[in-house]
Structures are given as structure tokens and as C-alpha cells.
């Protein structure tokens, strides 16, 4: 086994940024030792944490969720000692990494609290941005490791605090790539050229790092993973359970949530986030503006009267989900109740089937052939099998919205009228299945997800 030394780092997890950064680590003159779950043709490849922390006082973490990380710590075992600093580089929330810290304090090593910013491509320059938590003394020990592959280093606080602003961040992220995403489809779908929007926010107050990174690439259709879907999805979930936990309202990032999940059944969970564009590239061709022609009033226009006021109208005692019924206008009957489907990936209420009478037309919202995803990212840390957290209860209500609402606009693919396999997510509420194109009523109604879900946890809350 290698003798320990200053200069020995370890580094476990091997994907996208843990890779380059052991890369950067070696060209900043480090012995590195790394170990990942399955092997790959590293150097210094070591059989197993234990190893890895027999000959590295100094360990980097860069795992995706937190069952990974607690059962990395176990797995080194009697190896921690007291010299060891393990600095936690893994995007698992506070709570998470709280129980992280107690398992490796119990072994008398210390414990830094500290996720990144910076996706591929700043891990290759070695300019990454870490946001530290944590003690002092275990700090200036990571220091020099820590530098060698960032361009800035961030201190916020205790353990638990780092992972907070990086879990927030994330969401901020993650809502501003789905807004350029359908933005992006407006501007192509009226017949304007993409350069134009890029153009336009350069110059503009929305103008951000992660817009200049992902736009180009959306335009291009380069959905090549700096950071996953699969994994921006996990940390918005980290956000929601947050926000449940103190009581704080987000629609914008519940609804993104429900945007991503549906994407990830679609089979982008391994594709960069920015695939979030790939739900509207499709009907995003550029076409000549049609002129305006009357349409029957939207449920969204009219704002005479606030919305948090409104009188529940009477219903029957069968009970609504959170997010509200969205196959019709606000105000109307419930529907009858529908039978969920079977369970996938979440629990089977989560993604609820249409009736086999009436198939919606193809709309992602509607998807239900899942991937097969890792489980943790479904699961909030530290709760038991089956039992469900606020924040899937949440995401589980919104997700229902969208299951709720059929398409006017028919598969490209299916004939009129026929049973449709693969939703689109147009939004607006369309004839029932059988209905030919020349006799379904018109104008069809748009539906503000946004607006329906306030309106119900108004309502659930008088």
C-alpha cells in the first residue's frame, strides 16, 4: 500500500467532474489514488474506499446522492482516523450531509461541507467554484487541494449551510433553462432567427451565465451532459424538500419538477439539462404569425377580481388533488375520479393513467413509459421504504395537473381520432378521443398551471 504523504489525495467517484478534477489534481503535481463504483482505467485505481483512505489523509467525494455517500463512509470503516479531512463534494442537501459529518466525526476524522459550482467544461480548466462549510481547521488543511482545481473559493458557513446555497442555486438554474426553453420556442415558432434572442439578452437584465452556456446549445440540438437532467431533477427535488420543511411556497420550481420528470420519461435522464428544449423543438419551426381571429375568452385573461379572494364553488364530496382539476376551467364540476396507473418510478398515484375510454393525444405531460432511474433520486435521505416525503407530495400533486390535461393538437404520427401513445405538451384542452378534426369545438382554452395551482392552495388553506 502506498505510504501516506502531503501530497497523496483521494478521490472517489469518478464521473463527469470527479474525473477531471482528479485530472487537474495530478497536473497541479498531487499523487492521486481514486476509486468508483465500477472500474475504470485510471491511474493509482484503488480496490475500495478503505484503500483509498489508507493512503490519503485528504479525500474528495464527488458522488451522486446520498445512499452513495453514507455508503462510501461505511465502507471505509476502521480506516478514518483522526488525520483524515473528507471533503464532501456531492450535491445531497443539508440534511443529508449532516449525517454525513456525525458518520465520519464518530470516527474522529473531520468533515467539510463542500459542493460546487461549474459544470464539464470548468472542471477541465480547473475552475471550479467551491462553496465551503465547515471549521476552520479542516479547511486550511483542503485549502491547497481545494485551489488547485478552482478559480474561487466561497466560504458560507457551518456544515450544512454550503450544501443549502448550492441546493438553491441549482433551482434558480434549473427554473431559468425551462423559461429560455419555451421563450426560445416562441421566438422560433413565430419565424424569427434564435440569433436574434441570443442578441437581445446580451444586451438585456435576464442575461446570465447559465443562458450563455445552454442557450447555444439548445439552438444546436447539442445536448451532450455537463450537468444531467437526471441530476438537475435530484436537486430540485432537494429544493422542493427544503422549501416543505420551512413552510415556503415555490410553484415555479414545483412546476419545473414536474417539467423535468416527465422529460426523464421521455429517456433524457442521461442528456444535459438544456434537453428541457427538446419538448418544444418539435412544434418550434418557423412559421408566418397567422392573424388573429376571435377566440372564446382564456380562463387567464380576465383579472377583475384577485385571485387568492375567490369562493370556492360547490362540489361534490369527492376529493380534488392539491394542484386542483385542470381538464377544466376553474369554478367547474370535478371530473370522475381516475384510476392510477400502475407503479413505475414514483408511487402509483404520482402518475395517474388517462381513461382507457378517452386517451389523451400525445402530450409529454402524459408519458408514462419511465426510465429506469437510480431510486435515491426519487427519495428524500433518510426516509424509510414507502414512506413518502412532503416534497413528493408536492411534486406529486402538480405532476397530476399536467396528467390531467389533454391536447388539442393531435400525434404528427396518429390519424384523427385514433388512440394516441404519445402525448404532446401543448397544453390547451382538446375534443375526446373519436372526435374528428372538422367537428371538435373551437377555440380551444389554454390552462395556466401556475395560476390553477395558487387558486387551489387558497382554497385549501380558508
Not at 483542503?142 to 448550492?166: C, D, M, Y
Request: neutral net charge; charged residues 20%; contains cysteine.
Amino acid at each position: 500500500m502506498p505510504r501516506k504523504s502531503r501530497k497523496n489525495v483521494g478521490l472517489i467517484g469518478l464521473g463527469i467532474i470527479g474525473a477531471r478534477v482528479a485530472t487537474g489534481l495530478r497536473a497541479a503535481g498531487f499523487q492521486v489514488f481514486v476509486w468508483n463504483r465500477s472500474a475504470k482505467p485510471a491511474p493509482n485505481f484503488l480496490g475500495s474506499p478503505a484503500e483509498i483512505a489508507e493512503s490519503c489523509e485528504i479525500i474528495q467525494i464527488f458522488v451522486a446522492d446520498a445512499p452513495a455517500l453514507f455508503d462510501v463512509i461505511e465502507a471505509m470503516g476502521d480506516a478514518l482516523t483522526s488525520q483524515h479531512v473528507i471533503v464532501c463534494n456531492s450535491t445531497v442537501g443539508p440534511e443529508a450531509v449532516l449525517e454525513a459529518a456525525k458518520l465520519v466525526m464518530d470516527r474522529g476524522a473531520q468533515f467539510l461541507d463542500a459542493p460546487f459550482t461549474g459544470s464539464k467544461s470548468a472542471a477541465e480548466k480547473r475552475q471550479l467554484v467551491y462553496y465551503i462549510g465547515g471549521d476552520e481547521a479542516p479547511y486550511l488543511r483542503a485549502k491547497p487541494v481545494l485551489e488547485a482545481t478552482s478559480k474561487a473559493i466561497v466560504r458560507i458557513g457551518a456544515i450544512g449551510h454550503a450544501s443549502t446555497v448550492k441546493v438553491v442555486t441549482n433551482m434558480i438554474s434549473a427554473v431559468t433553462i425551462q423559461t429560455l426553453a419555451e421563450a426560445l420556442a416562441i421566438v422560433q415558432k413565430a419565424g424569427l432567427d434564435p440569433e436574434v434572442l441570443g442578441l437581445a439578452i446580451a444586451h438585456n437584465g435576464c442575461r446570465s451565465g447559465v443562458i450563455e452556456l445552454k442557450l447555444p446549445k439548445m439552438v444546436a440540438g447539442d445536448y451532450d451532459p455537463h450537468f444531467s437532467l437526471k441530476n438537475m431533477f435530484k436537486d430540485v427535488q432537494l429544493g422542493i424538500h427544503l422549501a416543505n420543511a420551512l413552510n415556503i411556497e415555490i410553484p415555479a420550481t414545483t412546476v419545473t419538477a414536474g417539467v423535468l420528470y416527465g422529460a426523464i420519461n421521455q429517456g433524457w435522464a442521461d442528456l444535459d439539462f438544456a434537453a428541457l428544449y427538446k419538448i418544444y423543438a418539435p412544434l418550434a419551426r418557423p412559421a408566418v404569425m397567422p392573424a388573429q381571429e376571435k377566440r372564446e375568452p382564456s380562463p387567464i385573461q380576465p383579472l377583475a377580481a384577485p385571485l387568492i379572494t375567490s369562493t370556492p364553488p360547490p362540489t361534490t364530496s369527492t376529493p380534488k388533488p392539491v394542484g386542483g382539476d385542470l381538464s377544466k376551467p376553474v369554478g367547474a364540476d370535478p371530473l370522475p375520479a381516475k384510476t392510477p396507473a400502475p407503479a413505475s418510478l414514483l408511487p402509483a398515484a404520482l402518475m395517474p393513467a388517462p381513461p382507457a375510454e378517452s386517451k389523451a393525444p400525445s402530450d409529454l405531460r402524459n408519458e408514462t413509459k419511465a426510465v429506469r432511474i437510480d431510486p435515491s433520486l426519487l427519495d428524500t435521505p433518510g426516509k424509510g421504504a414507502g414512506e413518502k416525503g412532503e416534497e413528493t407530495k408536492e411534486l406529486e400533486a402538480v405532476i397530476a395537473e399536467f396528467r390531467d390535461v389533454p391536447s388539442a393538437e393531435e400525434d404528427a404520427d396518429s390519424a384523427p381520432g385514433s388512440p394516441q401513445d404519445h402525448p404532446n405538451s401543448s397544453g390547451v384542452i382538446a375534443p375526446g378521443n373519436g372526435e374528428s378534426a372538422a367537428s371538435a369545438p373551437k377555440p380551444a382554452r389554454r390552462v395556466n398551471f401556475v395560476r390553477r395551482w395558487f387558486v387551489s392552495r387558497t382554497r385549501g388553506s380558508n
